[in-house]
């Protein structure tokens, strides 16, 4: 017998691939971890110490549902990404000992209200409500990382409207999955449940209502979401 005063939140979740369901607990999100994204936003690449942002677990999109425009903006991005998926966390993990955390991948939007975020990097503001609102991370379903293999070495690609906008590799990355999950957990305790986007490569770009978005990351389920 609870003693809530109102019934709790629900449990957010994300299907697995073949069966069942991973309940989510936060979602951690590096920023400019692919060097050409880094210079398309006006940074240099080389000089910057992993940062992270986060979204509410709630801001997840699963099933290929469409994606509702957001409010408050007129300049939505798509930022393709792979997602990390930790089933053991800790604090201070070794690089060496990070691989053993994670649990699965699955294929991430980070999608972005762009011009709000561009003001609040000039005001010195948080991200918060550019990179946090609702239904702002569209998810494909999760595969569980011994059926997924390495994930060292995976193409990126995301179409709009069946027009490649934004292609890399995982390979790419400036911080590895596993120097990105040590680096974070020196930071905050990790739990099994937490998701890590693990940043974009370059081409992101702005999408409007009736675009088809399609990201696919090496073999995982591809991720299809309608801007409605
Ligand atoms: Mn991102």
């Known amino acids: 017998m609870s003693d ?8 957010v979740a994300v299907p697995v691939s073949g069966g ?19 210079r398309e936003m006006g940074h240099d690449p080389s000089r910057e110490a ?16 469409d994606m509702p ?21 800790g604090v201070d993990i070794a690089e060496m000992d990070a691989p053993a955390c994670v649990w699965g991948y ?21 991200w918060d409500m550019s990179k946090g609102f609702d239904l702002s991370a569209p998810i494909g379903d ?3 990382a011994e059926r997924a293999g390495s994930m060292a070495n995976a193409a990126l690609e995301l179409r709009v409207n069946g027009t490649v906008r934004q292609s890399s590799d ?18 905050v305790r990790l739990e099994p449940g937490d998701l890590i986007f693990t940043g974009t490569p370059e081409g992101v770009g702005a999408v409007g209502r009736g675009d ?14 309608r801007i409605a």
């Open 106 to 126: 699955a294929v991430g939007l980070d999608m972005t209200r762009r011009d709000m975020q561009g003001l609040a990097k000039k005001a010195g503001r948080p």
């Open 69 to 89: 425009y957001p409010p408050a903006t007129g300049d939505l991005h798509f930022e393709l990404e792979l997602v990390v998926a930790l089933g053991r966390g």
């Open 20 to 38: 069942g369901s991973f309940p989510v607990r936060r979602i951690f999100c590096v920023g400019r971890n692919y060097a050409e994204h880094a």
């Open 4 to 11: 809530y005063v109102i019934a709790p939140p629900r449990i």
């Open 142 to 144: 999760l595969v569980p």
């Open 170 to 187: 995982v390979a790419n990355m400036i911080w590895s999955v596993a120097e990105t999950i040590s680096y974070l957990s020196g930071l």
């Open 212 to 225: 088809v978005l399609e990201g696919r990351v090496g073999a995982l389920p591809a991720l299809r979401t």
């Open 50 to 65: 992993p940062f992270f942002f986060t979204k509410p677990a709630d801001a997840l999109l699963t099933g290929g549902a």
